[in-house]
């Protein structure tokens, strides 16, 4: 998987000239995908547990998604509502990560909370492209936006990840598994890595796009 993430970084490179404010701001979010798998795998191979860079990544990539979505989003009170949900979410991390969970365990409370918060913003934005009366007026296709695109891509990818979301801290509170939780993990692990191999083709597909509306 972390391969398919860094492969994905050269035609944001080759792109990025003709990338707007929030097509940057995904391609930030790419970039962090890539440096979160390659120095997760280092600090773990090192110290053998690198929960406590995992969950300071997922708040960092919170921040860049509240971002892309603050970009996207049309309504005012969209917006604002978006930063405080920053800031609640600021702080659950602080509460999960120095007394709940701690830092040597999945913050699978702080991280659940993050990954349904940015499904709705996704359900959110897809919502407003249907609705939008400036496009139909231009008679634009939903499906030409390079942010359909990539909104698609994380959707696909959030709700995919979700499941070990909720229950990865408590398969790695449960000491030696039994096959039934392996048989979890197997699964829930085979979604989230079946949702980042999708959302990296829609990405790309989003980069696609991209280039056709700039020529």
Known sequence: MVGIEVLLLIPFFLHYRLLNKEQRVIFAYAISNAFTGVVADIIARIYHNNMAFTAVMFLVQFFILTLFYIHVLKHPKAKKILQVMLAAAVALFAVDFTFLEGPLLFNSIFISFRTFVLIIYGVIFFLQLMRDESLIEQSIYINTLPAFWFNAGLFVSLCCSFPLDLCF????????????????????????????????????????KVKGVRR
Not at 177 to 197: C, E, Q
């Open 169 to 208: 801290n408590f398969l790695q509170r449960g000491g030696t598994p039994d096959d039934k939780l392996l048989s979890i993990f197997r699964i829930t692990a085979s979604l989230t890595w079946t949702g980042g191999v999708i959302q990296a083709i829609l990405f790309y597909i989003g980069l696609l």
